[in-house]
């Protein structure tokens, strides 16, 4: 069957559209400003086959990398699948044959011991080579000009981690691509991986610790001189997974921690810090230091997992708009023993946090990310939580102001990326997809640029993209030079 079921994640801005194509010359409106050079890489979740249960998320897609190519004022467009080997067996079954979403108890047997990751989740740039990530397996890397599979990942052996987060992070100065990977040791287990590979891609260092319970981690950060890992109490169950049920189901009333150690430290020296219960992160803006011992983290808090299908696993009958939540600020004395920490609200509830890749890890001024327009009607139903985003936020933690680009119903925002200008005055460019419903089933899409600084501002360029696009999860900006670096150490090779 090529029909998809009925669903949020499956229909309106959700419905699967399994093209692979290349497009050269898109429309623009406006003018591209001309420090504008690379490629946008996005990560684009679209089942091949129609899933085999029909109350899947749209989570299970299979990967497709993304490409807008900035190149002398044109725009050319090209999108594949990631030839994972989850995605090739399907593709000679002519069907779907891995079942609930992380669950290989409900796979079909022909397929046991197959990789199930989709690789659908982030593309990663680092040492002239990109990878396409989901935290469940190992990255798959991509050829950057062509978009073809080279394969799956683990730095020639090197890696012992089951599984990488899609959250790497790139030290600014270093070059150094620090990571991690959760259920490391295999299903449910509470293996951490912290790792870190140097600026030419090669694996530095392998550290494991057990985290405090089995449960999801998206996403971590760095600073200067500490590492944090942050456990919300979204948890998964073997047994759970034996019987079918869900893999992860959110806990309400189990209290969260957050782990910091030494970031060249021993995994030895972590100390925990307890946390309040029931709370999810997903996305974390920052992390910095002042070099004295008191390390903070910027995070997007709410108070219950922002996915209905993980609350209703944990029996949390809640809807879309009633959960709570805020840009938080958690401080830590590193000087002092104890458990406690500093918490202090910095912006209203969003996700997708956005700030100048130079940085990462060092105190910063200002940032930006996505949230719902409180005026005007209900955002459209889409995207990977099944509600989508209409409005763009810069904030200054530092004195609370805040500025916004807020559309009105019927649009949907993409999580940006940031592009730096050459003016040292200047906040640089945001760069994101904006998809607007144009018929009661029809959606068209156009990648925007904004000025990074002035946000409530129109968009200084608007490229048309001729054909439907799915909703991405996050990008990546790799500029031009870059890429021919990479290019060109691939032809000496």
Not at 83 to 103: C, M, Q, S
Not at 126 to 143: C, N, Q
Not at 195 to 217: C, I
Not at 374 to 399: K, Y
Request: net charge negative; charged share 25%; hydrophobic share 35%.
């Amino acid at each position: 069957m090529t029909s998809f079921p009925d669903t949020v994640d499956y229909s309106g801005l959700n419905l699967p559209v399994r093209l692979e194509v290349e497009i050269q010359n898109l429309e623009v409106e406006g003018t591209i400003p001309p420090e504008i050079e690379g490629a946008f890489f996005r990560a684009v979740p679209d089942p091949a086959h129609r899933p085999m249960f029909d109350d899947d998320t749209a989570l299970s897609g299979d990967g497709m990398i993304s490409r807008f190519l900035f190149e002398d004022g044109h725009v050319d467009f090209s999108i594949k699948y990631v030839h994972t080997a989850r995605y090739l067996a399907e593709k000679k079954a002519r069907k779907a044959l891995f079942g609930r979403y992380r669950n290989p108890f409900t796979d079909d047997p022909s397929v046991k011991d197959v990789d199930r990751t989709v690789a659908n989740t982030t593309p990663i740039w680092h040492a002239g080579r990109l990878f396409m990530t989901k935290e469940d397996g190992r990255a798959y890397e991509v050829d950057p000009n062509t978009l073809e599979t080279i394969g799956s990942w683990d730095y020639h052996g090197a890696l012992k981690s089951q599984t990488m987060t899609a959250h790497a992070r790139i030290d600014p100065e270093t070059g150094e691509m620090f990571f991690f990977g959760y259920e490391a040791g295999g299903l449910c287990s509470e293996d951490i991986a912290y790792a870190y590979a140097d600026k030419d891609g090669n694996l530095v260092s392998e550290q494991w610790f057990r985290a405090p319970y089995a449960a999801m981690m998206h996403d971590f950060a760095i600073s200067k001189n500490y590492a944090f890992f942050p456990i919300f109490p979204t948890t998964t169950d073997i047994e759970r997974l034996r019987a079918g049920g869900e893999h992860w189901a959110h806990r309400q009333d189990q209290e969260s921690w957050m782990g910091v150690m030494p970031r060249y430290g021993k995994v030895e020296e972590m100390r925990w810090f307890r946390g309040p219960p029931g709370m999810s992160v997903f996305h974390i803006m920052n992390a910095f230091d002042d070099g004295e011992g008191q390390a903070s983290i910027d995070m997007h808090i709410s108070d219950t997992n922002a996915f209905p299908f993980m609350r209703k696993a944990g029996g949390i009958e809640r809807n879309q708009w009633e959960i709570g939540g805020s840009l938080q600020r958690w401080t830590f004395d590193m000087t002092k023993p104890g458990e406690t920490f500093e918490v202090r609200d910095l912006g209203p509830p969003g996700d997708m946090p956005r700030i100048p890749d130079a940085l990462q890890g060092r105190p910063y001024r200002h940032g930006w990310y996505l949230s719902i327009n409180p005026q005007g009607g209900p955002p459209l139903a889409g995207g990977p939580v099944g509600t989508a985003f209409n409005c763009l936020l810069r904030i200054e933690p530092g004195n609370g102001r805040i500025d916004a680009m807020g559309l009105p119903p019927g649009f949907a925002i993409n999580e940006p990326i940031h592009i730096p200008s050459r003016d040292p005055d200047h906040e640089g460019w945001l760069m994101f997809v904006v998809d607007q419903q144009v018929g009661e089933s029809d959606f068209a899409s156009e990648v925007w640029i904004v000025d990074g600084g002035n946000v409530a501002a129109p968009p200084v360029a608007k490229i048309k993209v001729p054909v439907r696009l799915r909703p991405q999860v996050h990008g990546w900006w790799v500029p031009k030079d870059q890429l021919a670096q990479a290019a060109s150490l691939k032809e000496a090779a």
